[in-house]
């Protein structure tokens, strides 16, 4: 399994070795893009009067069951007895299974999701055309790994986006946390993920500028590929953070510069600037990930300049090369 760095609350379990078959190919991808409802027919299994796999189940969802078992039980033996026990008792927990209850409710209909979903990928694409387009599925973690990703399969956890205000978040996640956990930032992070697993970190991630430009490519990107979502929902903000950020861009960057954190390689300071935690380094009233969103700035200016397409953009490995064609100076 290759490491990779993931966002905060993007929290992401990569596998290897899924079966190609389910995964779209060809050119027609916005109309073909469906979500497989792994997650209600599960959820049907569990609340049966005898709860157990059929083979039908178990034949359908072979690939879903192993990304599942490995991602969030840590188990490869999907096909036992054990594992379907525990499966289906991991379910059966009573506030957990509240929980799943209330995710299919509010995903009961995901008509419009999946056509967003579908514009997403035909952009992406046509970006990168000799890219798979993954088999997409739903399912629910109860808050573990929110994203699931194999060779050619995408899952995304639906009871990590009940919105802001979902009473049971409360207890588990910071207001901060929970702005990134709305409907809206479904198809954001299905696209995400999956361009975080087709192109992978590969650079030094105690050096600053080499993790923000690679974070800034990925939000660049996903922008280009979903122009109508509004910038601050990218960047996982409340709109006085975002706000926040623009007022105050000049200011940032001369401190990145002035206290030498940019070419520094310091891994305790470089991953403050990647964490969703308010950066109280900064000022007191900074949000969290400065390093993406500065990021997203300079590979901005960068793709303004130089005109570069989006693939040239993310085969471009070369940190200090985007920045210094990028010409930033905020």
């Known amino acids: 399994m290759n490491k990779r760095l993931i966002p905060a609350l993007l929290t992401i379990c990569l596998l290897t070795g899924c079966d190609r078959s389910g995964a779209v190919r060809g050119s027609d991808v916005e109309n073909r893009i469906h979500i497989h409802r792994f997650d209600r027919d599960l959820f049907r299994l569990i609340s049966s009067d005898t709860p157990a796999f059929d083979e039908q189940f178990a034949t359908e969802y072979a690939a879903m069951l192993k990304v599942v078992g490995l991602g969030i039980f840590k188990r490869q033996d999907t096909r036992s007895a054990d594992f379907q026990d525990r499966l289906i008792n991991y379910y059966a927990e009573p506030a957990l299974y509240r929980l799943y209850g209330d995710a299919l409710e509010k995903y009961d209909r995901i008509e419009s999701l999946e056509a967003e979903l579908g514009q997403g990928f035909a952009r992406l694409h046509a970006f990168f055309p000799a890219m798979q387009i993954p088999a997409v599925y739903m399912h629910v973690s109860g808050f573990g790994q929110n994203l699931l990703i194999d060779d050619s399969l995408l899952s995304l956890s639906i009871d990590r986006y009940m919105g802001a205000d979902y009473p049971l978040y409360q207890d588990f996640f910071h207001p901060f946390q929970r702005q990134k956990m709305n409907p809206e930032n479904v198809v954001p992070d299905y696209l995400t993920a999956w361009l975080l697993s087709e192109y992978p970190f590969a650079g030094n991630d105690r050096v600053l500028l080499e993790r923000m430009i690679y974070e800034g490519k990925i939000k660049y990107t996903v922008s280009r590929v979903l122009p109508q979502v509004a910038p601050e929902t990218l960047a996982g903000y409340a709109p006085e953070a975002y706000r926040w950020c623009r007022q105050n861009e000049r200011e940032l960057w001369r401190l990145i510069i002035e206290r030498k954190h940019l070419y520094t390689p310091d891994h305790m300071t470089t991953v403050k ?37 989006v693939s040239e953009l993310m085969n471009n490995s070369d940190s200090q090369d985007i920045l210094t064609k990028s010409k930033y100076k905020p």
């Open 273 to 309: 600037y990647f964490s969703d935690m308010p950066s109280t380094f900064v000022a007191d009233d900074a949000p969290g990930n400065l390093g993406v969103w500065i990021g997203w700035q300079i590979v901005s200016k960068y793709m303004e300049k130089t005109k570069a397409s």
